[in-house]
């Protein structure tokens, strides 16, 4: 980032140099883990106040981008799904054409013996079903919160995982590594209503917020369903994409 890039009326200078910084990161400049120069370094090489930098880094780490570790320094932590491995989540940015950053962060990963909507699509075999839990951040500017279901017989190991382990991984590409499953079909519905409570309180909207909910029912060989996952994303003002065929 050089020093012309500092200018602009319409931003406070620490949002200037947030922005600068977030698109060198989602760049591939610095990559997840890597450390950002210091706040003195940046302070000498950009021309800002050591507040302005400050104030930059502390946005960033508001926004999850960043961790700050006192004594360390700062730290890149999004970790960014790879655009070319979205299927269902694909927002443009204003150009119409570029995709967005999208980030997964896991919640949970957990047994559940509930028999939702999941059910007919998975089965009743008794013995319940693995249910993923999971944030999704679009260019920092709104999340979605996604659940998701796997039968319980056949993915339990999935309850030895960190969730951590899971953020920034495609669960589509998951089942390939881990075992040889691919997704062959999905099936999207997509529908407006309003928002659980619980959902409201995880991606921080009022009680009462109407959205989308987007459920998508994926299968593999001979029709046999692997996945059900559905998907609340609230009012914003970028253009979704809807793919529709599936590759192994």
């Known amino acids: 980032m050089s020093k012309t890039e500092r200018k602009g009326a319409t931003k ?9 910084l977030l698109k060198e990161i989602e760049e591939g400049k610095w990559q997840s883990g890597d450390r950002l120069p210091s706040e003195e370094k940046l302070v000498s090489t950009l021309g800002y106040s050591l507040g302005t930098v400050q104030r930059a880094l502390r946005y960033l780490a508001d926004l999850g981008v960043v961790d700050r570790i006192h004594g360390s320094g700062t ?8 655009t070319e491995h979205l299927r269902h989540f694909r927002f ?17 990963i957990a047994h559940s013996d509930v028999e939702g909507p999941w059910a ?14 999971r944030l999704i951040s679009v260019n920092h ?19 030895e995982m960190d969730p951590a382990d899971l953020d920034g991984v495609s669960v589509r590409d998951m089942l390939v590594s881990r075992f040889s499953m691919h ?18 309180r995880e991606i921080n909207v009022p009680i009462g917020q109407f959205g989308i909910i987007l459920t998508v029912s994926s299968t593999t060989h001979q029709d046999v ?24």
Request: aromatic share 12%; hydrophobic share 40%; glycine share 8%.
């Open 12 to 20: 406070t200078k620490y949002r200037i140099l947030s922005d600068a």
């Open 75 to 82: 730290f890149v932590a999004g970790v960014q799904a790879p």
């Open 92 to 108: 443009f940015d204003d150009d119409g054409t570029t995709l967005l950053p999208t980030y997964f962060k896991t919640i949970s």
């Open 120 to 133: 007919e699509r998975l089965g009743r075999d008794g013995r319940g079903y693995i249910n993923i839990k």
């Open 141 to 159: 500017e709104f999340e979605i919160f996604s659940e998701l279901y796997l039968p319980g017989d056949r993915f339990s190991v999935l309850l």
């Open 183 to 200: 997704t062959l079909k999905a099936k999207q519905t997509i529908m407006c209503g309003v928002f659980p409570p619980r959902v409201g």
């Open 225 to 248: 369903p692997i996945v059900w996952q559905r998907a609340f994303i609230p009012p914003n003002d970028r253009q979704m994409e809807f793919l529709t065929t599936i590759h192994a």
